[in-house]
Each structure stands twice: as structure tokens, then as C-alpha cells.
């Protein structure tokens, strides 16, 4: 029986250079076993990391990021065609036959071997011929490719999920720029909107108002005991769409999915979580297929009530998990954050994850201009929002401006807040949070968005509003006449939210600004034949490495300092070829690349800052190694029947 992390060298020579093979197999207490083994490839400190194994079978090696797997070493014939024949820790596991099949963790679906069929009694459940990894993805993939819509594709996707969720994740990791859309924005939005109508079978776990004093023992139903990261919703604003109950489940659900294939989070290690504390969105509440609570939503003390115990439980069962709160609305946003973040490894990914990525993209945007990134401070920064993702964003942006050495007043006076009543200013600032309050202006209270782009020509504008369209022609064009590129991020999601498009942008500025959204939008080609390349601004640059750097390194909680930091490497992660074509963020192919240096950054700053207690000294020497054979990866790896042998 497995009681801890075990792990397994081997090591072969690679076109005579020595490479390092580490599977990992992290024990799971709840059943003695754990479900997967994490397969992960020691790294220089360059870009050149996280090897993907063969992705084609007649392919001599694969790379994802820059590390080469050879062919050589994969067997060419027979039900071993493309697989390693290298030594795998085997898993222990207390399933057997049919079970086995049943259970997504566990299943191979048909690339079980014929060793495996007879020990695991699964001889004659599955048809004869044995297929790969490689051969069930190209089979998958091709029936994907052939459906019309992204929504049925996001279904088959979850569809495979459930199913075998070791192949489901391969597909995330080599193919990611082709499914981050389908899994989490634009398409989750709609999934969200059909989650009851689509409902499949039960992920993750629901708490509401009739398990008050039962949350302590309810954690207790969760199969896994070696949880390590919790993305919770309460529903109330998912995306820009707004109150959707407990359909809000499928948000915890994708971003999970970014955390295990983009951050390398073993699948058995992550639990997405709704607090179901009812709706006020009329059609759920009276819709006969709607399957959370229908009743007005729980506000006042016990909703707060609700969400202590919650919060009491889950840490009382896994006290170094990370949890992420996603998708609360602003009244409470930050309020939740404020009360829980020091004493709790927890944050908020709309107000903290947002802001850093969004630092990050300015950084960038900075170095694709030629400007000094030290100068964030010399921008005039609209933002055009004034809910937990606006204010987060200013709050992240000012901690960076202190950072770089900007005395408080000069930072406050870097921005421009609006929301649908104007300008922020000090006329209104007993009606606004605390947070919104420091960055009142003096003057110009109510002072409309186009007449504060007139009056102080600003450098930059974000728009966080989930107003579509709200960036129209006159506004744009008043901007680029003040600004030479100006940096115009349009972040609300889904892609219909956007305060305007890629297109518009570029042609309203005639080519000359930078751009980077929220959804995903293609390279705009102008009439004059040139083209201009897009980013997008999206949290899953962020988080993922953010999560796997706190829990490895088991930091006793996530500090400001530690997202200035992640933007920081995610904002170096940016090649100079694509800065010069106005990009500001990496591919997103290169996302665990990116994951693992956003990581690394974060377990420094946890050491420097005294809060990491599983990092050892020999860890420390080499941190990049340390990450990377810490990032799980989905192979199948060998299963054999746990039994108890008495004499």
C-alpha cells in the first residue's frame, strides 16, 4: 500500500545527452492509492521545457515548448506500438473488472494491454483490438473536428471527461489553443446557461442552506483526502451574464480543467465546489428543469454564516488547500477575500488573478511600445468598471506602481475609474467601497467616459463592464488622437460582452494601438493587406502557475507581492517576435511553460517571504526542477488489484 508520494527514476541516454524520465505517484489516503501518476521532465532555466510525449504515431518526436522526445525507446510493434516499455511505478487499486471501466480516474478505455485485461479481470469487457493514447486522441480528435458548433463540442468534451479523464487532459495539453475555447471562455458561458437542460452526471459538490452544521462531516463524501486546490462559486455573477444559481458549477469545472492540463494539478487532487444559496434570476426560479435551490438568494449574516462554515470545513479536512473564489458578485467579492485571506491559503481570481494578468499585459504592452517597463507609473489608466474586477485590477496595477517606486498620490493619480454614472469622484465617496473610495478623484465627479478621454488623454483603457459595445467609434478614435498606440483591453467575457472588437480597434485607430481582450479574437487583416495580431487577456496565464507555486511550496497564504511577482515572469514569458507584432502575451500553446515559470516565481517569493513549508534546502538549490517534477502529466501508467495476502 501506498502511503506517501513515491518516486521512480529512469534514466536513458537521448541522442548521447543523459534525460531524465521522473514518474511520480502521489499516494491517495482516502483508498491507499492514488489515481495517476504524474509524468514530468527535468528542465534547464530556459524556455525550453515540458516535454509532450509522441503525438502521432508515425511521428520521429514531439516537443511542446522546446524539450524533444526521440521515437527511440517506444516500441513500433504490436499492442506496445508507441508506448514506452520504460519501468512505471504501478498503482494500486481497490476496483476491479467492470468498476474499473466505470471510473474515470482509473479507465483506459481500450488501450488497456493484454497483461492488464487478464490481471484486472477486464478480459472480454473490451473489444480486442488495443489502441494508444495517441490513436484514441486522433480518433477523438477527428470526431470533434466534424461537429459544427462549439457547444456540441464542449459536450463531447465533457462527454470524455467523465469518462477517462487521462485522456481527456492529453487532448488539453497538446492541443490547447484548439480546446481552451471550448472548455472555458467564450463556450462556458452558454454551458453554464444549459447546465440543468444538459446535466450528465454529478462533478464536484454542492453546499446550501438546509447543510448548515452538517459541512464538517458532508467534506467527509468527497472520495479523495489529498485535495489541493478548491475553485468555489456562489453563482451570483458568472461571466458577464449574472446571477445563474448553481448552474455556475461548469466555471469551477473548466477552471479546474486549466489548473490540471495548463498547471500540471494531478485530476484526484482538485474538487470544484457551488455554494448553492439560491437565485434571484426569475426564469431559474421558475424553470421545472432548474436543479439548485429555487428560492430568493441568502443575503445578510447568513449568507456570510454559510460561507464560514463552509470554509471552516473544507480547511479542517485539507488544511493546505488552496481555494479560489470565482464568480462571486461585487457586494460580497471582496468582503470574502478581505475576511479569509490571512488566515486561509485562498484568493480571488476576478479581483487578484484579473489584476495581475492585466499587469501583465501592460508590462508587455510597455515593451512592445519600447518604453521603460518601470514606468507604469507615467500612464494615465482609464478603467471603465467599477465592480470587484475593476477595482481589483486598480488595486493590483497601484501595488505594482509602489513596486516601482511611485509615491502613493502619484499612484492614485495615475487612474480614471468610471462607472455607469461617470467618473469616480469625491463627491459620491460615501456611496462607494472602501476600495473604490482611495481612487475618488477630486474633481469631475460624474464626468462622462468620453469627456475624460477628451480632458486627460489617457494612455490606456480597460473596459471590465460586460457592456458589449460600449467602446464605440467616437470614443476610440478621440483616444488614438491624443495617444501615439494607444493600449485599448476590451476584457469582459463571453465574447458578445466585449466592449468592442478586435476589428473595430484596429480600424478606428488605423493599425495603432495594442490590443488584448478577454475572449479570443483572430488577426485582424486591414484593406491596406496588413495584418494586426491580437492577445488575449485571460486569467489562465495566471492562475494555474499561481496554484501550483502555492502548493507545492505550501504557502501559508497568497500575498500582493506574490501576483506582482507572476505577472512579472508571466509578462518576461512574451518573445520579442511576437512583441513586435503588438502581442503582449504568450501563445497559449505555451501555457505550461508559462505555468512553470509563473510557479517558480511564486515559490521564491514564499521563501523569501518566510510562508513556504515544504520546500527542503536541496529543493531550493533548484526550483525549476523542483516545479517541473512536481507538474502532473496524463499517460496511463500500469494498474494491478490491491490485495491483502494473510498466511
Known amino acids: 500500500m501506498l502511503r506517501s508520494s513515491t518516486r521512480v527514476w529512469a534514466t536513458r541516454s537521448i541522442r548521447g545527452k543523459a534525460s531524465s524520465l521522473s514518474v511520480a505517484a502521489a499516494a491517495s489516503a482516502s483508498a491507499g492509492t492514488v489515481p495517476f501518476a504524474a509524468v514530468s521532465y527535468p528542465a534547464d532555466s530556459s524556455s525550453r521545457f515540458f516535454a509532450t510525449l509522441p503525438t502521432d504515431d508515425d511521428a520521429p518526436a514531439a516537443s511542446s515548448g522546446g524539450f524533444t522526445v526521440p521515437k527511440e525507446g517506444y516500441a513500433e510493434e504490436g499492442e506496445w506500438d ?226 464560514d462554515e463552509f470554509m471552516e470545513a473544507v480547511r479542517y479536512r485539507w488544511p493546505n488547500v488552496l481555494v479560489q473564489f470565482e464568480d462571486f458578485d461585487s457586494s460580497v467579492a471582496q468582503k470574502l477575500l478581505d475576511k479569509y485571506r490571512q488566515k486561509h491559503l485562498c484568493f480571488n481570481d476576478d479581483i487578484q488573478g484579473t489584476g495581475a494578468t492585466t499587469l501583465a499585459g501592460l508590462l508587455g504592452a510597455l515593451r512592445a511600445k519600447g518604453e521603460d517597463v518601470n514606468s507604469l507609473g507615467d500612464q494615465r489608466i482609464l478603467i471603465v468598471g467599477a465592480g470587484s474586477a475593476g477595482i481589483g485590477i486598480t488595486q493590483v496595477l497601484y501595488a505594482a506602481m509602489l513596486e516601482q517606486g511611485y509615491s502613493e498620490e502619484d499612484a492614485k493619480n495615475s487612474f480614471f475609474i468610471c462607472d455607469n454614472r461617470g467618473l469616480l469622484g469625491q463627491d459620491r465617496i460615501d456611496q462607494m467601497s472602501p476600495e473604490a473610495a482611495l481612487f475618488a478623484r477630486a474633481e469631475d465627479d460624474g464626468l462622462s467616459m468620453l469627456d475624460v478621454v477628451k480632458k486627460y488623454k489617457p494612455t490606456v483603457i480597460l473596459g471590465v463592464t460586460a457592456v458589449g459595445g460600449l467602446f464605440n467609434q467616437e470614443l476610440i478614435r478621440e483616444m488614438n488622437s491624443h495617444v501615439d498606440r494607444p493600449i485599448i483591453f476590451p476584457l469582459s467575457n463571453p465574447t458578445t460582452k466585449a466592449e468592442c472588437t478586435a476589428e473595430q480597434a484596429f480600424e478606428w485607430t488605423d493599425g495603432n494601438c495594442i490590443f488584448a481582450s478577454g475572449s479570443p479574437f483572430g488577426p485582424v487583416e486591414m484593406a491596406n493587406g496588413q495584418t494586426y495580431y491580437t492577445s488575449q487577456c485571460n486569467n489562465m496565464y495566471v492562475f494555474p502557475g499561481l496554484g501550483l507555486g502555492a502548493t507545492v511550496s505550501g504557502a501559508k497564504r497568497v500575498t500582493d507581492r506574490m501576483l506582482y511577482i507572476a505577472a512579472k515572469a508571466l509578462a518576461e514569458c512574451v518573445p520579442e517576435e511576437e512583441l513586435a507584432r503588438g502581442q503582449v502575451f504568450p501563445n497559449i500553446s505555451q501555457i505550461r511553460m508559462v505555468s512553470r515559470r509563473v510557479a517558480v516565481a511564486v515559490v521564491e517569493e514564499a521563501l523569501r517571504e518566510g510562508l513556504a513549508t515544504k520546500v527542503t534546502a536541496e529543493d531550493a538549490a533548484d526550483l525549476d526542477g523542483f516545479v517541473a517534477r512536481k507538474m502532473y502529466y496524463p499517460e496511463y501508467v500500469p494498474l494491478v488489484e490491491k490485495r491483502t495476502v494473510t498466511v
Open 82 to 307: 508507441g508506448c514506452r516499455r520504460d519501468f512505471m511505478a504501478p498503482i494500486q487499486i481497490s476496483s476491479r473488472g467492470a468498476d474499473i471501466l466505470t471510473n474515470p480516474l482509473y479507465s483506459k478505455g481500450t488501450a488497456f494491454k493484454s497483461g492488464e485485461r487478464d490481471r484486472l479481470r477486464l478480459r472480454g469487457l473490451l473489444p480486442h483490438r488495443v489502441m494508444n493514447i495517441h490513436k484514441q486522441k486522433n480518433r477523438f480528435l477527428k470526431s470533434l473536428r466534424d461537429l459544427d458548433s462549439s457547444i456540441r463540442k464542449n459536450l463531447m468534451l465533457e462527454d470524455l471527461h467523465d469518462r477517462n479523464e487521462t485522456l481527456y487532459h492529453r487532448i488539453l495539453v497538446d492541443h490547447m489553443e484548439e480546446m481552451a475555447p471550448l472548455i472555458y471562455t467564450p463556450t462556458v458561458g452558454q454551458a453554464c446557461q444549459e447546465y440543468a437542460a444538459r446535466f450528465r452526471r454529478p462533478r464536484g459538490m454542492y453546499f446550501s442552506e438546509d447543510d448548515r452544521g452538517h459541512m464538517a462531516a458532508m467534506v467527509y463524501n468527497w472520495p479523495q483526502r489529498d485535495v489541493h486546490v478548491i475553485v468555489v462559486t456562489d453563482g451570483s455573477r458568472i461571466l458577464g451574464l449574472g446571477d445563474l444559481g448553481s448552474n455556475g458549477m461548469g466555471i469551477p469545472i473548466g477552471k479546474l480543467s486549466l489548473y490540471c492540463a495548463a498547471g500540471g494539478i494531478a485530476p484526484h487532487r482538485v474538487l470544484p465546489i457551488v455554494l448553492d444559496v439560491g437565485t434571484d434570476n426569475k426564469e431559474l426560479l421558475e424553470d421545472e428543469f432548474y436543479l439548485g435551490a429555487q428560492r430568493p438568494r441568502l443575503r445578510g449574516p447568513e449568507y456570510f454564516h454559510l460561507v
